[in-house]
Nanobody, 123 residues
Framework: QVQLVESGGGLVQAGGSLRLSCAAS????????MGWFRQAPGKEREFVAA????????YYADVVKGRFTISRDNAKNTVYLQMNSLKPEDTAVYYC????????????????WGQGTQVTVSS
């Protein structure tokens, strides 16, 4: 079992930055692939970024590539999402998720989810 708690969301102006954190419980955190997803009002949940268990491989949605960076610190059981050059269309609830095995972009493959943290980007 893995429990995930996100933090770091908030209100920021367009062009600004935020860093989201996702703290995981459990001694096997390092064996999980981790993903960040987001859901805007009236829209489906979408993939943002993912990272494999070592942190050596990362994947991004095209809409955030070059602006967002996912990373993890297995010693701290934490995964991060650094978000730069934020745009109003990045406004959403951001969720972190965990799964065993290979990293994928499909949300249905992730077994554990956090409660989400709100990110609002004003224009």
């Amino acid at each position: 079992q893995v429990q995930l708690v996100e933090s770091g969301g908030g209100l920021v102006q367009a062009g600004g930055s935020l860093r989201l954190s996702c703290a995981a419980s459990g001694r096997t955190f390092s064996s999980y692939a981790m993903g960040w997803f987001r859901q805007a009002p009236g829209k489906e949940r979408e993939f943002v970024a993912a990272i494999n268990w070592t942190g050596g491989n990362t994947y991004y949605a095209d809409v955030v590539k070059g602006r967002f960076t996912i990373s993890r610190d297995n010693a701290k059981n934490t995964v991060y999402l650094q978000m730069n050059s934020l745009k109003p269309e990045d406004t959403a609830v951001y969720y972190c998720a965990a799964k065993r095995g290979i990293v994928v972009a499909q949300s249905g493959a992730y077994n554990y989810w956090g409660q989400g943290t709100q990110v609002t980007v004003s224009s």
